[in-house]
């Protein structure tokens, strides 16, 4: 049986993959998994390992770590932090320093799978820090 941290360390190495893909998300995340940013935002694994390529694109260095894991159970909180220094522009704003933000997921397991995930990153102070 997978831990929980098992699962989230896997989760992740997404963000630091050379080559992120949904690939890299089987045997963490259930089939039908949904992934929901700001509202009207749902990804399933393949839409989301896409975004992360394009976050890496734009932020060659990027690192993310989990600072602190609140278990309730079968859902999970992650507190995170990114940290990396953008290529040029971070979403489409030229930038000329690097960043470091703090993330908030909370993840519903079930069947030792990933179910949903809802997150928030704090991209404001990044585009404050990088410009």
């Not at 690939?23 to 929901?36: C, I, K, M, Q, S």
């Not at 976050?55 to 278990?71: F, H, N, S, Y």
């Amino acid at each position: 049986m997978t831990t929980t941290t098992e699962l989230l360390t896997r989760y992740y190495a997404l963000f630091t993959a050379a080559n992120p893909s949904a690939e890299l998300l089987l045997g963490v995340t259930a089939p039908d998994w949904r992934n929901f940013g700001s509202p009207g935002e749902d990804a399933d694994a393949a839409a989301f390992a896409g975004n992360v390529a394009a976050l890496r694109a734009m932020v060659p260095d990027l690192k993310w770590e989990v600072t602190q894991i609140i278990d309730a159970g079968n859902t999970i909180t992650v507190i995170g932090q990114g940290s990396g220094t953008p290529a040029g522009s971070l979403f489409g704003t030229p930038t000329s320093g690097s960043f470091t933000i703090i993330s908030i997921d909370v993840h519903e397991i079930a069947d030792g799978l990933i179910q949903r995930t809802r997150h928030i990153e704090d991209w404001a102070s990044a585009l404050r820090q990088a410009v």
